[in-house]
């Protein structure tokens, strides 16, 4: 009899776990995440997960990480202000998601003094960050925003009003939240606020 595993299975496995890890993490937080928990839930054994996650930072990084990708998807609609819009709705979306749950319990568990977590949530938001900059980058070669326009400090602005809300003032965000945070980062752009030194 074949050991090989059916075609598929690999990747239907590791989203399984993944996805259910990132429900653990929502609703346990960081410190009482549980990697037997996140097997159970998957429905897969233990082994199956420490196999391929040997660490469990490694899993909440990878889960994290693909929640983000799946769920925030990088807008390219031909206008800036529609993609701005979108990249700032999709946070919002995905904020309210098992996803968005779960790092709010890591950041969360960070704030108030309990078992550190890795940078793995900064590291990821980096990333995505870094993966948004083409979305300033398009708007400038169409002449819609200043040529000297700092991506990284716009993309910033966008988010930084909806990360406020949700974890500062504890907020409910809704489209609104992005259509308005959408707004004023784009008007800051325009204004030539993010342009960065010309001798740059």
Do not use: C
């Not at 979306?93 to 793995?120: C, M």
């Not at 707004?183 to 001798?199: I, S």
Request: proline share 6%.
């Amino acid at each position: 009899m074949s050991s090989v595993a059916p075609p598929g299975r690999g990747p239907k496995v590791r989203a399984a776990v993944l996805d259910a890890a990132v429900r653990e993490l929502g609703e346990q937080g960081y410190a009482a995440f549980n990697v037997e928990n996140v097997a159970r839930r998957a429905g897969v054994h233990k082994t199956t997960v420490y196999r391929r996650w040997p660490e469990r930072d490694a899993l909440i990084a990878d889960a994290l990480a693909e929640s983000v990708t799946a769920e925030i998807p990088i807008p390219d609609t031909g206008s800036i202000d529609t993609d701005l819009r979108g990249l700032a709705r999709s946070l919002v979306t995905w904020l309210k998601s098992p996803g968005g749950q779960a790092v709010l319990a890591v950041l969360l568990s960070e704030t108030a003094g309990s078992a550190r977590p890795p940078d793995v949530v900064r590291h990821i938001f980096r990333d995505r960050i870094r993966q948004a900059l083409p979305v300033v980058g398009r708007a400038v070669e169409r002449g819609e925003l200043p040529a000297n326009t700092d991506a990284a400090e716009l993309v910033k602005a966008l988010v930084a009003p909806i990360y406020f809300r949700t974890l500062i003032t504890r907020e409910q965000v809704t489209d609104d939240t992005a259509d308005s945070a959408a707004r004023l980062a784009l008007t800051g752009a325009r204004a030539g606020l993010f342009e960065l030194p010309r001798d740059r």
